[in-house]
């Protein structure tokens, strides 16, 4: 058992930290949260992560980096809603989001900084998955039968980003299942609670 809790750096926006802080709340799992400016990063989380993205999670020194991974130790250690009960496409399905998804939607939602950017190209790549997702809901409440499982959870932040780049473009769209999933996940409980607002971390002052 560690000898206190977790620490988890994170920053209440980023879709990888909110990925990881739904899996902890699903686990019951006690942590020290550490919240942060990604624009002004403290030494103590560089010193810890000097890759410098969240989330990062020490565990009494072992330190998780990627948000998948936090996910999954965190459901390891506990899984009382059965996250871990998926399909064997599950997997694919999120690799899928975190990778050809992701790059779509940050060359969307970025397009200010990319050169020769085409955003409008960008988004009809990203909506291509989307399409994928609406069809895959068509008879379902979830991407994995009735209730919320590591599939929903590992990809619904980053549709919500994709989402409000353009909200009215969005919900003009021909997705009535997609959006209605995504709107159940915001206005979840779950949802509301890892998007507390916490007080920015800093370090005690030395005695």
């Not at 059965?82 to 998804?101: K, M, R, S, T």
């Amino acid at each position: 058992m560690p000898r206190q809790a977790p620490i988890l750096w994170s920053f209440r926006r980023c879709p990888y930290a909110m990925r990881a802080r739904l899996a902890i709340a699903s686990a019951r799992i006690p942590v020290e949260h550490r919240e942060i400016l990604l624009r002004d990063k403290p030494a103590e989380f560089l010193a810890t992560s000097p890759k410098g993205t969240v989330p990062v999670i020490d565990v009494d020194g072992l330190v998780i980096e990627e948000s998948f991974d936090v996910m999954l130790w965190a459901l390891n250690q506990n899984d009382p809603e059965n996250w871990l009960d998926v399909p064997p496409n599950a997997y694919d399905l999120i690799a899928q989001a975190e990778g050809p998804f992701k790059t779509a939607l940050d060359r969307y939602k970025y397009a200010s900084r990319i050169e020769d950017s085409d955003p409008k190209a960008d988004r009809a790549e990203g909506s291509a998955f989307l399409v994928e997702l609406d069809t895959m809901l068509c008879n379902q409440s979830c991407l994995a039968g009735t209730n919320y499982r590591l599939t929903d959870m590992a990809i619904l932040p980053f549709v919500r980003q994709f989402a409000h780049v353009d909200l009215d473009w969005f919900n003009a769209q021909p997705w009535p299942d997609l959006s209605r999933w995504l709107e159940d996940f915001k206005s979840s409980d779950r949802f509301r609670g890892i998007m507390a607002k916490y007080p920015l971390w800093t370090p005690k002052p030395v005695s």
